[in-house]
Every structure is written in C-alpha cells, then in structure tokens.
C-alpha cells in the first residue's frame, strides 16, 4: 500500500468520515418539518405521553400488529442488550431439563445463528459462557442461509434462533417470509428472533418483512430501528415487535416515558411520510452501483454487492484488512474491519457503508489512492 494519498475534497468534508458505522444518510423531509415546529423557547416544556402512545399507533398501523405486541426504547442496541438475555432466562428456566443442561454445560437453550453475522449478540452470549452454534455462511454460495441448516440446528435442540435479515455485514436477504413461516409452526418451542434493522432498504416487491406474523407466531420476535433507513441514528430510537407477554415483561423492568415528544413527532414523521423509503431505495442502489463500478478493476479486492446501505469487501491476495483500515484512516476514512470467530477467519474482510455523495465520492479516490494507483 503507498503512502498517505492526498485528501481533495477536504474543504467539504469533516474528517475522519466515518464509514465504519452504518448511520443513514437522509431522514425524511416529513422530520425536517417537525423540526421547524420546535423553533421556539417552549417547544421542549412537555413531557411525552407515558408509553408514547402515538407512535405506538402508527407502528401498529404500519407493521399490522397490535400496540401491545411493541416495546419501545432508545435504540435497538439497549433493545438487544435488555431483551436477548431476558428471553434466554426465561427460556432456561421454563423447564427442569433445560435448567439442568443449563447448570451442567450451559446449554439450556443456545444461541443459533449464521457464522457471519451481526457480531454482538453471539459474542456477548459466547463471553457469558452461553452456546452459539452457528450455521454455515459463506461467499462460496452468495452469502445464503439454507433453512434445512435452521431446521437441523432446531431439531437438534430448542433455541433461540437469532438472524438479522437483511444480513450484516453482507447486506444480503438471508431467509424470507415463505421459508420462515414453516419454520416457526415446525418448532413452536424455539424462540426466532428476526432483525429486520435494515429492511427498508429492500424493495418491498423483492422480499416482505415479517412484522405483521408477529400477531400470528409466539415464538417470533422482530426488531426494528429509526438509525438506518430513517437517517435518525441521532436520535436513539428502535423497537421491537413480539408477543404481548413478553412486551408487558420488558416493559415492567424500566421505567414510563423512555422516549422524549421530540422523538416521538420525529419518529410519527418518518413513518408516515410516503416517498422516503422509496427515495433511500434509489440513492443506494445509484450509490452502491457508483462504489461497486468505481472499484470493480482493482487486483486483488473483491467486493460484493448488497441491498442495503453498506458493502462488503475483502483481499483475495495475502494482504489483511487491519493495515489498510489504518491507512484509509490516515486519509480521512474509518472503515469496518471484523474479528475472527472460533475457527473462521475474517482479517480480509472489511466493510464501507455508504455516505453522502461527496463522502462516497472521497471513499473512491482514497480506496483507488491506496490500492489501485
């Protein structure tokens, strides 16, 4: 890799950019506007109604669930940390064999997901000593979730079954609603928690989110986010969909009013404005289709397209991820670099996420500075 590249664009951008992180890039006009309405010195006074009732409203209206099936909290990272312990206790502790394995091996009811994948709650469960049986993932076959190795690992033993689909990093559909549905009535004793945190990014004619089956399955659990698709990540808002039980149990353990009036009119906003997600469709599309061309002759890199806000790449030569990572930091980029997990090694791979278009445009002549020139 050469020396430190020349930074153009500086004047216009803010370095470092950081492209590590998949922040969105546009919230919807309908936000913009809930912001001018709070231009004045009283517009913060009040506080928001207790359980956001609202916005619960709108989410019901939305996603066709009730409002009892939705917890709402400051984003879907304390969602993540609050519930996936919770519902692994109280799976544990639903039966005397499971408290056993629990006690002997700690596998009362293990963490199933794909091998490459949102990496936090496999490696927090596997750092509390927990099981994680993973499930084959790879580029040999476009990144795709068989479910007969879903079907195998639930027969194998009852689980919560944990896939982020559309998938992080490889931003591609792992299962779709045809093949979850005979999954959750086959094995009712298995928790299947879908992360749909950047759903929005796919056109709905492609591939259906599953949030309306919340209603149907108890064993299903949907999350959602406002930081991606939104362009809210600013604002600290998610949520999750699942049966009315379990939604009353999270929300009895922290206390009314977690999200501010402003964050409710703001979130009311994005999802009742009727172009935005269409528009986000289009701008990444033109964007990873822009990166993707941009880097497409570059010895040694391989990159691979995706359908949401990011890209995955990697080395195919004997260079890794980590040095680079730090030379693109040095000009102005931070980029996503990942661990290795048990025996799969990752030091290759790396992941850009898309910015705005003089960010994208600066992550092209850096990369190309770097690796091609």
């Not at 969602?79 to 009362?108: D, E, M, W, Y």
């Amino acid at each position: 890799m050469s020396a430190k590249a020349s930074i153009e664009n500086k004047p216009l951008l803010s370095l470092p950019i950081n492209l590590g992180l998949n922040d969105g890039t546009h919230c919807p006009p309908a936000c913009l506007e809930v912001v001018k309405q709070h231009n004045h010195d009283g517009a913060f006074r009040h506080y928001s109604q207790s359980e956001n009732e609202p916005l619960l409203q709108v989410i019901a209206d939305k996603d066709g669930v009730g409002t009892d099936n939705i917890y709402l909290a400051n984003g879907s990272g304390p969602i993540l940390k609050q519930a996936v312990p919770h519902v692994i206790r109280t799976q544990i502790k639903s039966s005397f064999g499971r408290i056993c394995r629990h006690l002997v091996t700690k596998n009362g009811f293990p963490i199933i997901t794909p091998w490459f994948t949102y990496s936090k709650v496999p490696a927090k469960a596997a750092g509390l000593g927990l099981t994680v049986r993973l499930m084959p993932l790879g580029p040999e076959n476009g990144w795709k979730l068989d479910p007969e190795e879903i079907r195998k690992e639930a027969k194998r033993q009852d689980g919560l079954v944990y896939i982020v689909n559309p998938n992080n990093p490889t931003g591609n559909v792992l299962i779709t609603r045809e093949d979850l549905e005979p999954l959750l009535s086959e094995f009712p004793r298995s928790i299947f928690w879908i992360d749909e945190a950047y759903v929005q990014y796919v056109d709905p004619s492609v591939h259906s989110p599953v949030s309306d089956l919340v209603s149907k399955y108890p064993n299903l659990i949907v999350g959602r986010t406002f930081s991606f698709a939104y362009g809210l990540a600013g604002l600290r808002i998610g949520y999750l969909l699942g049966p009315v039980g379990l939604i009353a149990e999270l929300r009895a353990q922290v206390p009314d009013y977690r999200l501010g009036k402003f964050q409710q009119e703001v979130a009311v906003a994005a999802l009742t404005d009727p172009n935005h997600e269409e528009m986000i469709r289009r701008y990444c599309a033109e964007h990873r289709t822009m990166v993707l061309e941009s880097l497409a002759d570059i010895a040694g890199l391989e990159m691979f397209d995706s359908e949401t806000n990011f890209l995955l790449a990697r080395f195919t030569d004997d260079r890794k991820a980590a040095p680079f990572a730090a030379n693109m930091l040095e000009n102005g980029i931070k980029i996503k670099t990942f661990a290795n997990l048990n025996e799969a090694d990752y030091s290759q791979y790396f992941r850009f996420t898309l910015g705005t278009p003089d960010e994208n445009r600066f992550l092209i002549q850096q990369v190309r500075a770097l690796l091609a020139e």
